[in-house]
Structure formats: C-alpha cells, structure tokens
C-alpha cells in the first residue's frame, strides 16, 4: 500500500486503487484525518476495492515520504514512551495497539504502546 502511494505521489496521479483490508482502510483514514490524503472510499461488489484521492500543493505531493517500519521479517514493538517522533513532531507515525490503529500522539495520550507500522511526513 505504502509503496503505490509513494509512487502515485511521484507521478502526480490524482488517485490510486489497490485491493482492500481492514487494515489498509484504517490506515488510510489515519492518513486522510492527519490530512495527507484527500479522500479514501471502498467500492465494488464481488472485490473490494480501496480508492485513494491524493492531496497536492502545486506539483508537489502533501505526502513528502513513507517508510515502513515494521515488517514480517523484524517486527517493531514499542511502550508508550518509546513512541518515536517523526520529523520533531512534523510527521505522523501510526501504531497498531490493542485499541486499533492509531497516531503516535493519540497512543501516548491513551498511554498504549504496540506495532509501529508506518511513519509519515
């Protein structure tokens, strides 16, 4: 997911499809409140499918950078204080705690640790 919105920003493409989960939707109404993203909607009837708006300032893209994190082969676990800031605080990191998915900022509030899944900028 990360990686067609990365290169769909790069090619200044208005929108980007990709095959549908729970967790990419979750994910990508994380980014779309955090304002990276324009708009997000699941459509089609036998196959689901997740449809992404992206956002621009002029010819360049709202989403700066993207980087996974975690990932199958080391998986990145972390305490509520050990929440990583992206970019002094400019960018966004998402979690994955027992609560749901959610930013670095609403996991410290909450006091939830969890998956670092992603960060934003």
Known sequence: MLTRIRNATQALLPEVE???SRMKESIAQILQKEGY?????????????LKLRLKYHG??????GLKRISRPGL?????ATEIPNVLAGMGTV????SQGLMTGVQARK??????VL???W
């Open 110 to 115: 909450q006091n939830l640790g969890g998956e």
């Open 59 to 64: 010819r360049k893209g709202v989403i700066v």
């Open 37 to 49: 993203l324009a708009g997000c909607a699941v459509e089609g009837k036998p196959f689901k499918r």
């Open 118 to 120: 992603c960060s934003v």
């Open 75 to 79: 998986r990145r676990y972390v305490n």
């Open 94 to 97: 998402i979690l994955s705690t």
């Open 18 to 20: 990709m095959p549908h």
